[in-house]
Protein backbone atom coordinates (compact mmCIF):
# COMPACT_ATOMS: atom_id res chain seq x y z
CA UNK A 1 0.00 0.00 0.00
CA UNK A 2 1.26 3.60 -1.16
CA UNK A 3 1.74 6.14 1.64
CA UNK A 4 1.77 9.63 0.87
CA UNK A 5 4.49 12.26 1.61
CA UNK A 6 1.99 13.02 4.82
CA UNK A 7 3.99 16.40 5.15
CA UNK A 8 2.00 18.47 2.41
CA UNK A 9 -0.91 17.51 5.31
CA UNK A 10 0.85 19.74 7.81
CA UNK A 11 0.35 22.62 5.39
CA UNK A 12 -2.01 24.97 6.59
CA UNK A 13 -3.48 25.86 3.51
CA UNK A 14 -2.74 29.36 1.67
CA UNK A 15 -6.27 30.91 1.26
CA UNK A 16 -4.69 34.12 0.70
CA UNK A 17 -4.88 35.30 -2.99
CA UNK A 18 -8.18 32.67 -3.41
CA UNK A 19 -10.09 34.46 -0.07
CA UNK A 20 -8.89 37.56 -2.11
CA UNK A 21 -10.57 36.52 -5.55
CA UNK A 22 -13.61 35.05 -3.95
CA UNK A 23 -14.03 38.62 -2.18
CA UNK A 24 -13.48 40.22 -5.26
CA UNK A 25 -16.28 38.53 -7.41
CA UNK A 26 -18.52 38.63 -5.46
CA UNK A 27 -18.25 41.92 -4.78
CA UNK A 28 -18.67 42.73 -8.18
CA UNK A 29 -21.36 40.50 -8.98
CA UNK A 30 -23.45 42.43 -6.55
CA UNK A 31 -22.04 45.90 -7.89
CA UNK A 32 -21.77 45.04 -11.58
CA UNK A 33 -21.16 49.12 -12.15
CA UNK A 34 -18.14 49.89 -9.98
CA UNK A 35 -14.55 50.08 -11.97
CA UNK A 36 -12.46 47.73 -9.33
CA UNK A 37 -8.90 48.50 -9.22
CA UNK A 38 -6.42 45.54 -8.34
CA UNK A 39 -3.61 46.59 -6.80
CA UNK A 40 -3.05 43.94 -4.73
CA UNK A 41 -1.04 40.78 -6.78
CA UNK A 42 2.74 41.30 -7.84
CA UNK A 43 2.17 40.49 -11.28
CA UNK A 44 3.60 43.33 -13.81
CA UNK A 45 1.70 44.70 -16.45
CA UNK A 46 3.51 46.53 -18.75
CA UNK A 47 3.91 44.66 -22.29
CA UNK A 48 7.43 42.74 -22.98
CA UNK A 49 9.99 45.67 -24.44
CA UNK A 50 10.99 45.69 -28.05
CA UNK A 51 14.49 44.77 -27.71
CA UNK A 52 13.18 41.44 -25.91
CA UNK A 53 10.26 41.24 -28.48
CA UNK A 54 12.62 41.41 -31.45
CA UNK A 55 15.28 38.77 -29.71
CA UNK A 56 12.15 36.25 -29.59
CA UNK A 57 11.13 36.67 -32.66
CA UNK A 58 14.71 36.21 -34.06
CA UNK A 59 15.04 33.03 -32.19
CA UNK A 60 11.94 31.59 -33.00
CA UNK A 61 12.89 32.16 -36.41
CA UNK A 62 15.72 30.07 -35.90
CA UNK A 63 13.97 27.07 -34.50
CA UNK A 64 12.71 27.14 -37.11
CA UNK A 65 15.49 26.52 -39.81
CA UNK A 66 17.21 22.57 -39.37
CA UNK A 67 20.36 24.69 -39.37
CA UNK A 68 19.91 27.25 -36.58
CA UNK A 69 17.34 25.08 -34.36
CA UNK A 70 18.06 24.38 -30.80
CA UNK A 71 16.69 21.19 -29.00
CA UNK A 72 17.10 20.84 -24.89
CA UNK A 73 19.45 23.87 -23.85
CA UNK A 74 22.19 22.83 -21.60
CA UNK A 75 21.05 22.20 -17.93
CA UNK A 76 22.62 25.14 -16.37
CA UNK A 77 22.06 27.35 -19.12
CA UNK A 78 23.45 28.78 -22.27
CA UNK A 79 26.74 30.00 -22.11
CA UNK A 80 25.68 33.20 -23.70
CA UNK A 81 23.17 34.13 -21.45
CA UNK A 82 25.43 33.04 -18.31
CA UNK A 83 28.31 35.19 -19.34
CA UNK A 84 25.76 38.22 -20.01
CA UNK A 85 24.63 37.85 -16.44
CA UNK A 86 28.14 37.29 -15.15
CA UNK A 87 29.13 40.66 -16.92
CA UNK A 88 26.66 42.82 -15.91
CA UNK A 89 25.14 41.63 -12.96
CA UNK A 90 28.48 41.15 -11.18
CA UNK A 91 31.68 42.15 -12.53
CA UNK A 92 29.85 45.27 -13.39
CA UNK A 93 29.34 45.93 -9.52
CA UNK A 94 32.75 44.36 -8.93
CA UNK A 95 31.60 41.17 -7.23
CA UNK A 96 33.62 38.19 -8.34
CA UNK A 97 30.78 35.44 -9.65
CA UNK A 98 31.76 33.35 -12.76
CA UNK A 99 29.85 32.64 -15.56
CA UNK A 100 29.82 28.97 -14.54
CA UNK A 101 28.63 29.60 -11.14
CA UNK A 102 25.39 30.83 -12.58
CA UNK A 103 22.71 28.22 -12.75
CA UNK A 104 19.95 29.65 -15.41
CA UNK A 105 16.19 28.50 -14.32
CA UNK A 106 12.52 29.18 -15.13
CA UNK A 107 12.09 31.66 -12.57
CA UNK A 108 12.92 32.36 -8.38
CA UNK A 109 9.57 30.56 -7.48
CA UNK A 110 10.81 27.44 -8.47
CA UNK A 111 14.71 28.23 -6.99
CA UNK A 112 13.87 29.24 -3.98
CA UNK A 113 11.47 26.12 -3.50
CA UNK A 114 13.55 23.78 -4.31
CA UNK A 115 17.25 24.90 -3.05
CA UNK A 116 16.46 23.42 0.13
CA UNK A 117 16.66 19.76 -1.12
CA UNK A 118 20.34 20.02 -1.53
CA UNK A 119 20.62 20.66 2.51
CA UNK A 120 20.13 18.30 5.11
CA UNK A 121 16.77 17.66 7.16
CA UNK A 122 18.70 18.65 10.49
CA UNK A 123 18.67 22.04 9.29
CA UNK A 124 16.89 25.00 11.48
CA UNK A 125 15.64 27.28 8.66
CA UNK A 126 15.42 31.34 10.02
CA UNK A 127 12.86 33.57 8.13
CA UNK A 128 11.63 36.82 8.57
CA UNK A 129 8.13 37.51 9.33
CA UNK A 130 6.38 38.71 7.18
CA UNK A 131 7.73 36.54 4.72
CA UNK A 132 7.08 35.41 0.47
CA UNK A 133 5.56 32.31 1.63
CA UNK A 134 7.42 29.86 -0.41
CA UNK A 135 10.58 29.53 1.72
CA UNK A 136 8.38 28.14 4.78
CA UNK A 137 5.89 25.69 2.51
CA UNK A 138 9.17 23.86 1.03
CA UNK A 139 10.52 23.75 3.95
CA UNK A 140 7.03 22.21 5.79
CA UNK A 141 7.07 19.66 2.29
CA UNK A 142 10.29 18.25 3.33
CA UNK A 143 9.37 18.00 6.94
CA UNK A 144 12.01 20.48 8.10
CA UNK A 145 9.71 22.70 10.31
CA UNK A 146 7.98 20.76 12.79
CA UNK A 147 4.65 21.03 14.44
CA UNK A 148 2.30 24.08 13.22
CA UNK A 149 0.60 25.93 15.99
CA UNK A 150 -2.91 27.79 14.83
CA UNK A 151 -2.79 30.40 17.60
CA UNK A 152 0.10 31.69 16.60
CA UNK A 153 0.70 30.86 13.14
CA UNK A 154 4.15 29.79 13.57
CA UNK A 155 6.46 26.14 12.91
CA UNK A 156 7.65 24.71 16.01
CA UNK A 157 11.20 24.40 14.10
CA UNK A 158 11.82 27.84 12.80
CA UNK A 159 12.97 30.72 13.81
CA UNK A 160 10.86 33.84 12.46
CA UNK A 161 12.14 37.39 12.94
CA UNK A 162 9.87 39.76 13.53
CA UNK A 163 10.25 43.13 10.60
CA UNK A 164 7.93 45.50 12.27
CA UNK A 165 8.07 49.39 12.24
CA UNK A 166 10.33 49.31 15.47
CA UNK A 167 13.23 47.76 13.66
CA UNK A 168 12.43 49.67 10.50
CA UNK A 169 11.48 46.63 8.93
CA UNK A 170 14.78 44.66 8.89
CA UNK A 171 15.22 41.54 10.67
CA UNK A 172 17.82 41.17 13.72
CA UNK A 173 20.22 38.64 14.39
CA UNK A 174 18.59 35.48 15.96
CA UNK A 175 18.85 34.52 19.62
CA UNK A 176 18.82 31.47 18.37
CA UNK A 177 21.17 30.50 15.78
CA UNK A 178 20.23 28.82 12.47
CA UNK A 179 21.77 26.90 9.76
CA UNK A 180 19.47 28.45 6.54
CA UNK A 181 19.01 32.11 7.03
CA UNK A 182 16.15 33.07 4.17
CA UNK A 183 16.57 36.75 3.55
CA UNK A 184 14.90 38.71 0.57
CA UNK A 185 15.63 42.53 0.02
CA UNK A 186 14.31 44.21 -1.19
CA UNK A 187 11.50 42.96 0.30
CA UNK A 188 8.22 41.34 -0.63
CA UNK A 189 5.90 42.45 1.01
CA UNK A 190 7.01 45.10 2.99
CA UNK A 191 8.83 47.20 0.30
CA UNK A 192 11.73 47.24 2.67
CA UNK A 193 15.74 47.78 2.00
CA UNK A 194 18.44 47.87 4.05
CA UNK A 195 22.01 48.79 3.66
CA UNK A 196 25.48 47.55 2.62
CA UNK A 197 26.62 47.74 5.86
CA UNK A 198 23.18 46.16 7.43
CA UNK A 199 23.78 42.79 4.85
CA UNK A 200 27.91 42.90 5.62
CA UNK A 201 26.48 42.22 9.61
CA UNK A 202 24.72 39.04 8.17
CA UNK A 203 27.02 38.08 6.20
CA UNK A 204 29.87 37.82 9.00
CA UNK A 205 27.12 36.23 10.79
CA UNK A 206 26.62 33.21 8.77
CA UNK A 207 30.38 32.98 8.27
CA UNK A 208 30.77 33.22 12.07
CA UNK A 209 28.06 30.35 12.84
CA UNK A 210 28.33 28.37 9.44
CA UNK A 211 25.69 29.08 8.36
CA UNK A 212 23.94 29.44 4.40
CA UNK A 213 22.24 32.78 3.78
CA UNK A 214 19.45 32.26 0.58
CA UNK A 215 19.64 35.22 -0.60
CA UNK A 216 16.39 36.55 -2.43
CA UNK A 217 17.49 39.84 -4.76
CA UNK A 218 14.31 39.48 -7.60
CA UNK A 219 13.33 43.02 -6.77
CA UNK A 220 17.22 44.40 -7.56
CA UNK A 221 16.46 46.38 -10.16
CA UNK A 222 14.15 48.31 -8.15
CA UNK A 223 16.48 49.75 -5.76
CA UNK A 224 17.20 53.72 -6.24
CA UNK A 225 19.44 54.80 -3.35
CA UNK A 226 23.39 54.47 -3.28
CA UNK A 227 23.80 52.63 -0.50
CA UNK A 228 21.65 49.35 -0.89
CA UNK A 229 23.64 47.17 -2.27
CA UNK A 230 22.12 44.47 -5.74
CA UNK A 231 23.91 41.66 -4.98
CA UNK A 232 24.98 40.25 -1.46
CA UNK A 233 28.40 39.33 -3.00
CA UNK A 234 28.66 43.28 -2.38
CA UNK A 235 29.39 42.12 0.75
CA UNK A 236 32.73 40.93 1.75
CA UNK A 237 32.95 36.96 2.47
CA UNK A 238 29.36 36.47 1.05
CA UNK A 239 30.67 34.10 -1.85
CA UNK A 240 31.47 31.87 1.62
CA UNK A 241 28.21 32.05 2.91
CA UNK A 242 25.65 32.83 0.39
CA UNK A 243 23.27 31.74 -2.34
CA UNK A 244 21.59 34.22 -4.63
CA UNK A 245 18.15 33.98 -6.29
CA UNK A 246 17.50 36.01 -9.35
CA UNK A 247 14.55 36.67 -11.14
CA UNK A 248 13.58 37.84 -14.75
CA UNK A 249 10.16 38.75 -13.89
CA UNK A 250 10.12 41.95 -12.05
CA UNK A 251 13.14 43.77 -13.93
CA UNK A 252 11.65 42.56 -17.65
CA UNK A 253 8.17 41.84 -17.20
CA UNK A 254 9.13 37.62 -17.77
CA UNK A 255 6.46 36.36 -15.20
CA UNK A 256 4.34 34.84 -18.06
CA UNK A 257 7.76 34.10 -19.93
CA UNK A 258 9.59 32.44 -17.03
CA UNK A 259 13.04 32.80 -16.62
CA UNK A 260 15.34 33.55 -13.44
CA UNK A 261 18.62 31.96 -12.24
CA UNK A 262 20.69 30.48 -9.13
CA UNK A 263 24.28 31.76 -7.84
CA UNK A 264 26.09 29.07 -6.17
CA UNK A 265 30.01 30.25 -5.81
CA UNK A 266 32.36 27.28 -6.27
CA UNK A 267 33.94 28.75 -2.86
CA UNK A 268 30.47 27.79 -0.34
CA UNK A 269 31.28 24.50 1.14
CA UNK A 270 30.17 22.35 3.66
CA UNK A 271 33.06 20.68 5.02
CA UNK A 272 35.07 19.55 1.24
CA UNK A 273 31.92 19.50 -0.15
CA UNK A 274 30.61 22.45 -2.56
CA UNK A 275 27.07 23.41 -2.73
CA UNK A 276 27.90 24.18 -6.17
CA UNK A 277 27.98 20.54 -7.33
CA UNK A 278 25.52 19.43 -5.47
CA UNK A 279 23.04 22.22 -6.76
CA UNK A 280 24.76 21.29 -10.26
CA UNK A 281 23.62 17.76 -9.81
CA UNK A 282 19.96 18.48 -8.71
CA UNK A 283 19.53 20.30 -11.77
CA UNK A 284 21.18 18.16 -14.29
CA UNK A 285 19.09 15.71 -12.22
CA UNK A 286 15.74 17.36 -12.25
CA UNK A 287 15.56 20.12 -15.04
CA UNK A 288 16.05 20.33 -18.94
CA UNK A 289 16.89 23.78 -19.01
CA UNK A 290 14.79 27.34 -19.75
CA UNK A 291 13.71 27.29 -23.64
CA UNK A 292 16.15 28.79 -25.93
CA UNK A 293 13.86 31.44 -27.25
CA UNK A 294 13.48 32.49 -23.16
CA UNK A 295 17.17 32.29 -22.89
CA UNK A 296 17.77 34.50 -26.20
CA UNK A 297 14.98 37.06 -24.63
CA UNK A 298 16.78 37.42 -21.47
CA UNK A 299 20.37 38.04 -23.19
CA UNK A 300 18.75 40.99 -24.80
CA UNK A 301 17.82 42.17 -21.35
CA UNK A 302 21.49 43.05 -20.90
CA UNK A 303 22.07 44.75 -24.90
CA UNK A 304 22.08 48.21 -24.85
CA UNK A 305 18.65 48.74 -26.05
CA UNK A 306 17.40 46.44 -23.64
CA UNK A 307 18.95 48.43 -20.38
CA UNK A 308 17.22 51.11 -21.63
CA UNK A 309 14.05 50.34 -22.23
CA UNK A 310 13.96 48.39 -19.29
CA UNK A 311 15.12 51.07 -17.13
CA UNK A 312 12.33 53.39 -18.45
CA UNK A 313 9.92 50.13 -17.40
CA UNK A 314 11.19 50.25 -14.02
CA UNK A 315 10.86 53.87 -13.85
CA UNK A 316 7.22 53.34 -14.89
CA UNK A 317 6.23 51.94 -11.87
CA UNK A 318 8.72 53.18 -9.03
CA UNK A 319 6.59 56.61 -10.72
CA UNK A 320 3.24 54.49 -9.54
CA UNK A 321 5.36 53.33 -6.25
CA UNK A 322 5.97 57.77 -5.84
CA UNK A 323 2.29 58.30 -6.41
CA UNK A 324 0.59 55.81 -3.85
CA UNK A 325 3.37 56.50 -1.04
CA UNK A 326 3.33 60.31 -1.05
CA UNK A 327 -0.72 60.22 -2.06
CA UNK A 328 -1.12 57.97 1.03
CA UNK A 329 1.01 59.94 3.38
CA UNK A 330 -0.52 63.21 2.44
CA UNK A 331 -3.69 61.75 3.91
CA UNK A 332 -2.44 60.94 7.06
CA UNK A 333 -1.32 57.24 6.17
CA UNK A 334 1.70 55.59 8.05
CA UNK A 335 3.59 53.96 4.68
CA UNK A 336 6.90 52.74 4.07
CA UNK A 337 8.39 50.68 1.27
CA UNK A 338 8.18 52.04 -2.58
CA UNK A 339 11.49 53.91 -2.95
CA UNK A 340 14.11 50.67 -3.76
CA UNK A 341 10.40 48.13 -4.28
CA UNK A 342 7.79 48.54 -6.32
CA UNK A 343 5.61 47.60 -3.20
CA UNK A 344 4.06 49.93 0.01
CA UNK A 345 3.23 48.77 3.11
CA UNK A 346 0.66 50.86 5.25
CA UNK A 347 -0.81 50.34 8.76
CA UNK A 348 -4.24 50.17 8.85
CA UNK A 349 -5.77 52.92 10.29
CA UNK A 350 -8.05 52.99 12.88
CA UNK A 351 -6.86 49.74 14.13
CA UNK A 352 -8.65 47.78 11.93
CA UNK A 353 -7.19 44.43 10.92
CA UNK A 354 -5.49 43.56 7.93
CA UNK A 355 -8.88 41.89 6.59
CA UNK A 356 -10.88 44.92 8.16
CA UNK A 357 -9.07 47.26 6.08
CA UNK A 358 -9.74 44.90 2.92
CA UNK A 359 -13.33 44.77 2.83
CA UNK A 360 -13.45 48.87 3.57
CA UNK A 361 -11.26 49.54 1.01
CA UNK A 362 -13.16 47.07 -1.69
CA UNK A 363 -16.39 48.09 -0.71
CA UNK A 364 -15.87 52.09 -0.34
CA UNK A 365 -13.27 52.62 -2.22
CA UNK A 366 -13.18 49.50 -5.19
CA UNK A 367 -9.64 49.51 -4.47
CA UNK A 368 -7.86 45.70 -3.77
CA UNK A 369 -4.99 45.29 -1.90
CA UNK A 370 -3.56 42.39 -0.04
CA UNK A 371 -3.80 41.95 3.57
CA UNK A 372 -0.24 42.03 5.31
CA UNK A 373 -1.64 39.18 7.92
CA UNK A 374 -1.42 36.79 4.92
CA UNK A 375 2.46 37.02 4.70
CA UNK A 376 2.89 36.24 8.49
CA UNK A 377 1.41 36.69 11.91
CA UNK A 378 3.96 40.14 11.88
CA UNK A 379 1.65 41.10 8.83
CA UNK A 380 -1.49 41.59 11.32
CA UNK A 381 -2.55 45.67 10.92
CA UNK A 382 -0.65 46.06 7.83
CA UNK A 383 -1.55 46.50 4.22
CA UNK A 384 -0.03 45.51 0.98
CA UNK A 385 -0.43 47.87 -2.82
CA UNK A 386 1.81 47.18 -5.32
CA UNK A 387 2.89 49.53 -7.75
CA UNK A 388 2.41 46.85 -10.89
CA UNK A 389 -0.56 48.79 -12.18
CA UNK A 390 -1.22 51.11 -15.22
CA UNK A 391 -0.51 54.95 -13.74
CA UNK A 392 -4.28 55.87 -14.55
CA UNK A 393 -5.54 52.80 -12.70
CA UNK A 394 -2.89 54.07 -9.88
CA UNK A 395 -3.52 57.52 -9.97
CA UNK A 396 -7.51 56.95 -9.64
CA UNK A 397 -7.16 54.16 -6.49
CA UNK A 398 -4.99 56.52 -4.68
CA UNK A 399 -7.44 59.42 -4.97
CA UNK A 400 -9.87 57.35 -4.08
CA UNK A 401 -8.66 56.22 -0.92
CA UNK A 402 -7.69 60.32 -0.35
CA UNK A 403 -11.34 60.99 -0.87
CA UNK A 404 -12.41 58.53 1.94
CA UNK A 405 -9.97 59.95 4.46
CA UNK A 406 -11.45 63.54 4.30
C1 LIG B 1 10.36 37.51 -3.13
C2 LIG B 1 10.01 36.81 -4.38
N1 LIG B 1 10.80 35.84 -4.83
C3 LIG B 1 10.49 35.17 -5.95
C4 LIG B 1 9.35 35.46 -6.68
C5 LIG B 1 9.02 34.65 -7.87
O1 LIG B 1 9.72 35.03 -8.99
P1 LIG B 1 9.58 34.26 -10.36
O2 LIG B 1 8.48 34.90 -11.13
O3 LIG B 1 10.93 34.40 -10.98
O4 LIG B 1 9.27 32.82 -10.07
C6 LIG B 1 8.51 36.46 -6.24
C7 LIG B 1 7.27 36.74 -7.00
O5 LIG B 1 6.40 37.47 -6.67
C8 LIG B 1 8.83 37.15 -5.06
O6 LIG B 1 8.03 38.11 -4.59
Known amino acids: MFKINDNYLKLPGSYLF ?27 TQPLAPAIIEAMHSAVDEMGHAETFHGYAPDLGYAFLREAIAENDYKARG ?16 DSGNIQE ?6 KIAVCDPVYPVY ?41 TPDLIYLCFPNNPTGAAITRVQLQEWVDYANKVGAVI ?47 FTVVPKELKCGGVA ?28 SEAGKAQLKEQVAYYMKNAGYIYHGLKEAGFTVSGGVNAPYIWLKTPSGMTS ?24 GEGYFRLTAFGSYENTVEAVDRIKALNR
Request: with cysteine.
Open 355 to 378: WEFFDYLLENANVVGTPGSGFGPS
Open 275 to 302: LHDLWARRHGTKYNGAPYIVQRAGEAVY
Open 18 to 44: STIGRKVSAYSAAHPDKKIIRLGIGDV
Open 95 to 110: CGISADEIFISDGAKC
Open 214 to 260: IYDAAYEAYISEEDVPHSIYECEGAAACAIELRSFSKNAGFTGVRLG
Open 136 to 176: VDSNVMAGRTGTYDKATETWSDVIYMPCTAENGFAPQLPKE
Open 118 to 123: IFSLDN
